[in-house]
């Protein structure tokens, strides 16, 4: 009786193994399915592409079969069905024993963290001598020394005669019992195998399902292309569902993409599930047999799930890395991929074709750095150790000013949601990192805080010293200058905390240096008051700028510095040229404006000159600002409302 858990859960074992050692007659003997689906294969006598049974024993036992070409051609197309396997038989011809494919499946499996296994024997009818049997156990035994398989059982079967069938059946239904189901709560994704397209239905594609659970008519995103499309139809091994869980070999009906559009290699996952990029960080491991050393900027295979892409390897720590070594390094792809930390990866050579080793990605999508590559390295040690804090303040740290958002560290750092709230509470209670945008949880290092800060400490002291008489910079004038990086209300609280740790210092609403004493001298502080006072006394007619500085017995020179100052210090508004008005001032014309538009839709020069009993040049000066401030739009001689009246 299996446990509760598992009874609705469906495992995927594969096959692997040399070319012609039966793997697709042994699915064949334990399900009945022919797994060879092209005429081509049957022809040849070999498995070029996937192949895929449903099997079911007299105990209810279920599993699906992925059966992988065995040839050294094909391996492209094993190792796109390999993803999502949850346990594999490694299948090895008693009358030849070990060969070459055997070593490189059995690398593969093991460089990918397959979880579980068996090993099984086939064509024993073919071999006389039972003392050739032990020898092939003994050698497979020492095959499998130091991998996942080591100590796993060793069954011999003809799937001629049936032979060894019944035993092999017991130790899958063993093996199933011990099989660990994923969480069903984990995004879904799907690497696709196939696609192709069925006459009435459209596009439909097939793959296992690495995690998750998706409903028809749900929607999910192709990656890397990142298209919408929404799932139509679900089968399971011919029979219609409504729903397909980690597990599951599947097939989607598809709407919003052709079939043309979707290839082997893409994901199916919801939005923002998965990060891509064209580069990775990794941990890389070279195979002990392989006969090749990976060099600097070598060019590879990269295989993740069932997709191949081209790539250049940038090794971190050495300029070579040897068989049986490993090192953390660099992938810089062709194309695009999707993934996540922990994925587990391929590379194979470029010419001649080889498996060279794998690994596991550690960062899926690196910010630009200009860290020398020795650096760089000691930074992704914290990502690749088990120092779970460490691990999310390096990946915050490492994606420099940008920040991460709360729910990416779950896919560039492996740990649940429940567990990065927690370690980022932790984080900022020791200001180790700062939380810059509440809404979307955007997180910055404090080291590129603090880098932050110092430009803008540099910004200030270049506006002190052209500006001596000035408190300081505003806001929006200090903001400004990060605008590229961050938003508004992100700048605000970037400045807040600034203040808070002293880099900086607030004086009501500006900003400066803290050795800045700023300000104006008294003298100048009543000669600003006086020029606010005759704008005000103007009305909505005001002095323009020659007569302005006339009444303060002031030379252009003074009085324009003397205005510009005002304007910086929001006592006065520049509308033109030679033009001012207080705040107030404008804040009441946009009143009178606003009661205009109630009663009418447009107005003209005239209409406003005679609204606020002013000159024709004053009107147009004030409508043309209007203009710019995206107040009022002008059509010919006439202007509409544009937001005004909503105020």
Known sequence: MLPSHQESREFVVGTSGHIDHGKTALIKALTGVDADRFEEEKQRGITIDLGFAPYQDEVGTKLAFVDVPGHEKFVHNMLAGVAGFDAVLLVIAADEGVMPQTREHLNICNLLEIPDGLIVLTRIDLVEDPEMIELCQSEVEELVQGTFLEGKPVIPVSSLSGKGIPELKTALQKLRSQLVPPD????????????????????????????????????????????????RGIQVHGAVRNEVHAGNRAALNLAGISHLSIKRGDQLAPSDSLVTSFMLNVELTLLKDTPAE?????????????????????????????????????????????????????????????????????????????????????????????????????????????????????????????????????????????????????FLHSAHIERIGNFLQKVLKHHHQRFPEREGMNRVELGGKLSLLFQDREMEVLLKYLVKIGMIVSRGAFYALEEHEGGVSEQTEEMMQRCTDLVTQGGFQPLRRTLLLQELDLNEKEGIAMLKACAHQNRLVQVSEDLYYTPGQIENAITQLREHFKNSPVISVI??????????????????????QHLTIRQENQRFPARIVEG
């Open 184 to 231: 069903l709560g984990q995004s879904f994704r799907l690497f696709v195998d196939r696609s192709f397209s069925v006459k009435g239905f459209g596009t439909v594609i097939t793959g296992t399902v690495l995690s998750g659970r998706v409903q028809t008519e749900e929607e999910l995103d192709r990656f890397p292309g990142r298209e919408s499309i929404r799932i």
């Open 607 to 628: 209409d406003f000159k005679e609204l606020l009993d002013i000159s024709r040049k004053h009107a147009v000066d004030l409508l043309e600002y209007f203009d710019t």
């Open 294 to 442: 990976i060099k600097q900027r070598s060019r590879v295979r990269f295989h993740l799930g069932s997709r191949e892409v081209m790539g250049r390897v940038i090794l971190l720590e050495n300029e070579r890395l040897t068989p049986g070594s490993s090192t953390l390094a660099q992938l810089r792809l062709e194309e695009e991929v999707g993934s996540r930390y922990g994925d587990r990866f391929i590379l194979r050579s470029y010419s001649p074709l080889m498996t060279l080793g794998g690994g596991r990605i550690i960062d899926p999508a690196p910010g630009k750095s200009r860290r020398i590559k020795r650096k760089l390295a000691e930074r992704l040690k914290r990502l690749a150790s088990d120092d779970l804090e460490g691990r999310v303040e390096e990946v915050i740290y490492l994606q420099s000013v940008g920040g991460v958002i709360e729910h990416e560290l779950t896919l560039r750092t492996g740990l649940s949601g429940r567990q990065s709230t927690k370690i980022l509470q932790g984080l900022q209670s020791r200001q180790q990192i700062l939380c810059v945008e509440p809404v979307k949880k955007r």
